[in-house]
């Protein structure tokens, strides 16, 4: 049988044309969570009591994903194999959240709404779906509410599991942006990322939460061997991430 590149030249381009759109799409994404920074000033505590978490931005989808894949040093094809072997890696991620009855999306409200109220303030949740074109950014308005003092603003830009190299284990890693802002002249009372996972030294401008080498995973078949530890190691990263952001305001 003769092999027709031609033929499947069109469908390989389109292959590498969403590659390219997903790698721009991810560099403008680390661009934008690179956000000014604003610490919290602790005399304000006396006037901010009472705060409304409101609903936090999620990507769609758990992912899993490979940081310097060895196939992306082998050209089109390694990208295109690279590729594959990331989306299948999230779909086993998801298929084993799912099997432990796990979502993501509800723990890491709670969580940080329990951790940010153990350190001092009154927490009330505003209910209701966040809008789409927000789930990835700062909200552009907050409700008017007179019994509040400041609004807790969080989204999340990447929740999963992330691995170094390609021969390396997987880990959580979890990477959320906050901002509090005042109720009563909406001006920035703290501002910054807090990034889950990291496992070396790094020059991410973020507040760094170190990963648990004890909640690892050795290649993405071992996410599905266990979902409960899967999931249980998930919810450990989102709970060390919360309470990183309530000690912001300690």
Partial sequence: MVFNWAATLPETMRAYSKLCFAIVLTCTLAACGSLPTQTFDRSVRASVKRIQVVPIGTPEHAQARIMNPIGAGFGLVGNLVESQRAAGATQVVESALADAHYDF???????????????????????????DKERSRFLSKYPREKKVDAYLDVYATYVGFEAPQSSTAYRPRLEIAARLVSAKDNSILFQDRIVYGCTENTDEDAVLVRADDKLSFRNRAAFQTDPTKTA????????????????QFM
Avoid at 105 to 130: D, E, H, P, Y
Avoid at 235 to 247: C, H, N, P
Wanted: hydrophobic share 45%; net charge positive.
């Fill in 105 to 131: 999306r509800t723990s890491l409200a709670n969580s940080i709404a329990q951790a940010v109220g153990k350190v001092g303030f009154t927490i009330n949740r505003l209910t209701g779906a966040r809008p």
């Fill in 232 to 247: 249980r190691a998930l919810q450990s990263a989102i709970d060390a991430t919360a309470w990183e952001l309530a000690k």
